[in-house]
Nanobody, 123 residues
């Protein structure tokens, strides 16, 4: 079972990036999924989550209105569209699959983790 995150990079403030997380080894169409991030010297924090069918989403306050989480269960892929990026968004972004249909904001709810993709936003 593997989650492969991609799409990170170096951008300037105000620009956009789209992260992808491709799952292999099993389907996660029945599992909630999420994005977390970890900045240097800080703990890993919740960014956004989506329920198994995609009808429910949640975001941390700092990204509301700028980031959009989505999923394509036919492709077994999770996405994070990040617009109007800020230097504070700089971090390694991790995708995760929950133990159940909805994962929420708690790291302990997630069983499978991707390797992370670096996002760096310059001012």
């Amino acid at each position: 079972v593997q989650l492969q995150a991609s799409g990170g990079g170096l951008v300037q403030a105000g620009e956009s990036l789209r992260l992808s997380c491709a799952a292999s080894g099993r389907t996660f169409s029945n599992n909630g999924m999420a994005w977390f991030r970890q900045a240097p010297g800080k703990e890993r924090e919740f960014v956004a989550a989506i329920s198994w069918r995609g009808e429910h989403t949640s975001y941390t306050d700092s990204v509301k209105g700028r980031f959009t989480i989505s999923r394509d269960n036919a492709k077994n892929t999770l996405y994070l569209q990040m617009n109007r990026l800020k230097p504070d968004d700089t971090a390694i972004y991790y995708c995760a699959a929950a133990r159940g249909a909805v994962g929420g904001r708690d790291l302990s709810s997630y069983r499978y983790w991707g390797q992370g993709t670096q996002v760096t936003v310059s001012s």
